[in-house]
């Protein structure tokens, strides 16, 4: 019941929303092409319940092929590839609006684990049982760990946080939903933690980068238990 109660609003919040939104459409994608050369959209591959894979949108925040750039997957704060219309839209997380074509398709919910990367935590079928859990659950437009620290935390902090998500809605069902919303929004006006921080500021970006994606990596496909251990 309560997945069915989820999914009915998704679906009715999801199109109002989309309709009340049209003036911020609009007047979103001429500043973007006014502002940078490329498209209007960002769509790329993630991965949603039991690992499913499917193209994510979103507002193009940064110069295009961004991703085959610099600290790749990875956005930290001053990095040149966000473009001027990009930091308002990720500050105020209009770009994410996008999104809500995801959730009328039924690929994402309003609440639930942010969607990785396809390949961001490696092997989707030799994960470790604590970073595979977290796919139980549809990926949402927003979760327990954004309503929380936004993009400040590591991907071991951000599985725990889906991990009890989970567990809460078991437990509570639709309204750990509403409360993560209501949080949500208080947050995203508050504008912290837009970026993600580096584990070690002497590091360049792209040092940083790559250092945190073998680190998510290794910690994905440690042994059942160990994970829990390491740092």
Not at 58 to 68: G, I
Not at 99 to 118: A, E
Not at 149 to 156: A, L, M, P
């Amino acid at each position: 019941m309560n997945l069915f109660i989820k999914r009915l609003f998704d679906i009715v919040a999801a199109l109002l929303l989309s309709v009340i939104f049209i003036p911020v459409w609009i007047i979103v994608a001429i500043a973007i092409k006014a502002d940078s050369k490329g498209s209007i959209f960002f769509k790329q591959e993630r991965r949603t319940k039991d690992g499913r894979v499917f193209w994510m949108f979103k507002f193009r925040t940064m110069v295009a092929d961004a991703e085959q750039m610099g600290a790749g997957l990875f956005v930290y704060e001053d990095d040149d590839r966000v473009t001027k219309v990009g930091h308002f839209l990720r500050n105020t997380s209009i770009d994410e609006l996008p999104q809500l074509f995801n959730i009328l398709k039924g690929d994402m919910s309003f609440i639930g684990p942010r969607p990785c990367v396809k390949y961001e935590l490696g092997d989707f079928e030799t994960l470790n049982s604590t970073y595979k859990k977290r796919f139980q659950m549809k990926a949402g437009l927003t979760g327990l760990a954004q309503c929380n620290e936004r993009n400040c935390c590591g991907w071991d902090k951000k599985v725990l946080y889906d991990n009890e998500y989970i567990d809460l809605f078991k437990k509570r069902g639709i309204l750990i939903d509403i409360a993560i919303l209501f949080k949500t929004v208080f947050f995203v006006f508050s504008r912290k933690h837009v970026y993600e921080t580096k584990a070690d500021e002497s590091m360049t970006a792209e040092e940083a980068a790559k250092a945190e994606e073998e680190r998510i990596i290794r910690l994905a496909h440690l042994p059942d238990g160990d994970e829990n251990n390491e740092v």
